[in-house]
Nanobody, 129 residues
Framework: QVQLVESGGGLVQAGGSLRLSCAASGRTFSNYFMAWFRQAPGKEREFVAGISRSGGSTKKYVDSVKDRFAISRDNAKNTVYLQMNSLKPEDTAVYYC?????????????????????WGQGTQVTVSS
């Protein structure tokens, strides 16, 4: 069982930055694929960014956030981060941290909701114009 706790959300003006953090419990954090999803009101939850296990050499992003967002992980702190720069009003959503164990539902970075094994409670990000 893995517990995920997000922090770092808030209200920011367009063009500003925020850094989200997700602290994970569990013995083998480095073995998990980690990802961030988001859900805006009235929309489905969507993949934002993901990072591979161990050293995190592979990273994936949805096209709309490429060159603005950066995902990283610190295995010593059992934490994954999402640095969000040049924020836009359309980035407004609840952001969820997600973890997937190799071989349970996926063999790669989870990009679909059904590929995720564990979810955080979510943190609100609001970008004003």
């Amino acid at each position: 069982q893995v517990q995920l706790v997000e922090s770092g959300g808030g209200l920011v003006q367009a063009g500003g930055s925020l850094r989200l953090s997700c602290a994970a419990s569990g013995r083998t954090f480095s073995n998990y694929f980690m990802a961030w999803f988001r859900q805006a009101p009235g929309k489905e939850r969507e993949f934002v960014a993901g990072i591979s296990r161990s050293g995190g050499s592979t990273k994936k992003y949805v096209d709309s956030v490429k060159d603005r967002f950066a995902i990283s992980r610190d295995n010593a702190k059992n934490t994954v981060y999402l640095q969000m720069n040049s924020l836009k009003p359309e980035d407004t959503a609840v952001y969820y941290c997600a973890a997937a164990e190799y071989g349970r539902r996926t063999y790669t970075i989870p990009e679909r909701v059904y590929e995720v094994d564990w979810w955080g409670q979510g943190t609100q990000v609001t970008v004003s114009s």
